[in-house]
T-cell receptor, first 114, second 114 residues
Framework: KAGVTQTPRYLIKTRGQQVTLSCSPI?????VSWYQQTPGQGLQFLFE???????NKGNFPGRFSGRQFSNSRSEMNVSTLELGDSALYLC?????????????FGSGTRLTVV | AQTVTQSQPEMSVQEAETVTLSCTYD???????LFWYKQPPSRQMILVIR??????QNATENRFSVNFQKAAKSFSLKISDSQLGDTAMYFC???????????FGTGTSLTVIP
């Protein structure tokens, strides 16, 4: 059974550009959550998608957005990149929303903004 | 709001010895879940152990056990017979009964010394 796949694994972007990250959940999982991990702030919740609908959103500016497709694959987009957006972006998938169990994380996308 | 605090940024332990990682949390909720996740260099977050707050018995998973003190809002992880493969970042996490996100601590970097 394939795990959670995040692409690309590494990404370097210039300030002001935009970026799109992809997360393919485990087959059958319908919920995808995104987290930002930085040395200073640790792991912070970005948003959760379930059945193509955003169910919950963390405290991030509107430059951070996401979507989920009918096959449960999710993308997150960051527009007008800032240096502070450099981070490891992790996604996690689960069968259902609102469950405390059964989360599988991907290996993340390391975004560097220069 | 929920907060999770890990006061030990770095720890080391000799192979085969026992080590305890500390975690405290703050919440006004009575029903919640606590977790320890491990993040090796592969970057994938891996669930180590979980505890339901309504259970008084401390959770145990092979060499990993927790000391859950609900009144003190403390949730420490004990690793027995430490192995080189235990070298990783360890994150304590909180999730409320009805919540849609994990709240993570800032992590403890554990090094097992041969």
């Amino acid at each position: 059974k394939a795990g959670v796949t995040q692409t690309p694994r590494y990404l370097i972007k210039t300030r002001g550009q935009q970026v799109t990250l992809s997360c393919s959940p485990i087959s059958g999982h319908r919920s995808v959550s995104w987290y930002q991990q930085t040395p200073g702030q640790g792991l912070q919740f970005l948003f959760e998608y379930f059945s193509e609908t955003q169910r919950n959103k963390g405290n991030f500016p509107g430059r951070f957005s996401g979507r989920q497709f009918s096959n449960s694959r999710s993308e997150m987009n960051v527009s007008t990149l800032e240096l502070g957006d450099s981070a490891l972006y992790l996604c996690a998938s689960s069968l259902e929303t609102g469950t405390p169990y059964g989360y599988t994380f991907g290996s993340g996308t390391r975004l560097t903004v220069v | 709001a929920q907060t999770v605090t890990q006061s030990q940024p770095e720890m080391s332990v000799q192979e085969a010895e026992t080590v305890t990682l500390s975690c405290t949390y703050d919440t006004s909720e009575s029903n919640y879940y606590l977790f320890w996740y491990k993040q090796p260099p592969s970057r994938q977050m891996i669930l180590v152990i979980r505890q339901e707050a309504y259970k008084q018995q401390n959770a145990t998973e092979n060499r990993f056990s927790v000391n859950f003190q609900k009144a003190a809002k403390s949730f420490s992880l004990k690793i027995s017979d430490s192995q080189l493969g235990d070298t990783a970042m360890y994150f304590c996490a909180f999730r409320s009964f009805t919540g849609n996100q994990f709240y993570f601590g800032t992590g403890t970097s554990l090094t097992v010394i041969p």
